[in-house]
């Protein structure tokens, strides 16, 4: 099998989908040639890989919005792509078939904004592929008026399955144009994310799309199980089972351990149903057998959760709900108090989880009027011996927006008061 070259497009926090991604091809073993990021949102990379990977790798990535094959590539101008995009061409190489009716539709990324003549252009040159095929075939356009069609555009109008969504990416004056063949199931994670029986607002409200980025970021090829020791509603057990991996789960919270149970007993009923139609594999009912426990992340020990084939992924107590930016000096005793629970949980890893060498973790920042205030706890972390991973060479991460000045990677919604500061930690030896 030859490597094909794909362009993943990435999505609100597209530093933390870059990461996700090179490290799963890691982990799943999937042959890869070099990479090139293109603007911020866009991972160019030849992968060797047959269709069914390629869906399931979608499956699996929280942070990529759509996976793209790159079939023609040229320098110009986007007017030469007529030259390109002919009849035969689109039929042969970009359209999934033509015996019934026909369904396409473009998509523009690039490193700067088309300017009104070749949007006008394109958008012409559309109606003519139309027209063009009008005489001996059913055909429809799709049509989005700044040419960005989203992942749910191309699930509802069955591009993919139909035609073509035809993505042009552009930068400078290089011009590649592809085909979608993936786009992120956003009806699942609406699912997961609304639609469990026992949602739990009191442990926080962690987006399933960051649950698995996370997971993905934390785990490496020895890691079979996750262990989320603050385990609230149960998300990070939920995305860890879709991605086929163990779980173990705790929380000191009765109510908690109530939600984590129902939620996962609801996933893998939800999940199983569906698996036979869409092709998925199934979710063993035993797998929660004695993996769901009351217990203090600060104090407990748990032989089953002491494995050198365990991870670490969880978020613990963030802090209240905050409706504004807090008083510094207010925000500084409530960092304290959050410190303790997090050194509390670190001292018990150190101390009853010798066998636990990486753990990916929350820390909360707190939004004050004077500016972020992040928690004071990395240097004593390390004393317990858990250093934080660089995800990025120090130089590189001053350029990134949402990489932070001590090497975490920053996750907030643009109204939050409480901001995702994230790091996975390391042990050696």
Known sequence: ???????????????????????????????????TRI??????ISLKLSDAKLAKLQRMLGGTIKIIEIVDEYEGTIFQISRILTPETLIAKYFAQHKAKINFGFSVYSTSHLVYSEINWLRNFAYQIK???????????????????SSVMVANNKLMETGAEIVIIKQDKNFKIGRTRTVQDFRSYAQRDMEKPSPNPKSGMLPPKLAQIMVNLA??????????????SGIIPQESLLLG??????????????????????????????????GHEKIKAGKLTGRIRLADATRSRW????????????????GPPQRGPVLLHHGKVLAQELEKLYMGFFENLQKNYGKI??????????????GLLYMNVLERIKV??????QFLPAETAKKEALATHRGGLLYARPDAFVLREIFVFEKKG
């Open 131 to 149: 027209r063009r095929f009008k005489s001996n075939y059913s055909i429809r356009y799709v049509d989005e008026k700044n040419f960005e069609l």
């Open 219 to 232: 785990r490496d090829t020895r890691h079979k199980q996750i262990f989320d020791p603050f385990c609230g």
């Open 39 to 44: 603007g911020e949102d866009i991972l160019m």
């Open 384 to 389: 317990l011996g858990f250093t934080p991973k």
């Open 245 to 278: 991996l163990d779980i173990l789960a705790s929380d000191i919270d009765e109510d908690a351990v109530k939600s984590t149970q129902e939620n996962l007993v609801w996933l893998i009923k939800t999940h199983n149903a569906a698996a036979p139609k869409l």
């Open 1 to 35: 099998m030859e490597m094909t070259k794909y362009a993943f497009l990435m999505g609100s926090h597209p530093l933390m989908s870059f990461l996700e991604i090179l490290n799963v091809l890691d982990v799943e073993k999937i042959s890869r040639g070099e990479y």
């Open 303 to 318: 032989t089953k959760a002491n494995g050198s084939d365990v991870c670490v992924v969880t978020e613990p107590y963030l």
């Open 357 to 370: 060498d990486k753990v990916g973790i929350v820390l909360p920042v707190l939004k004050t009027n004077e």
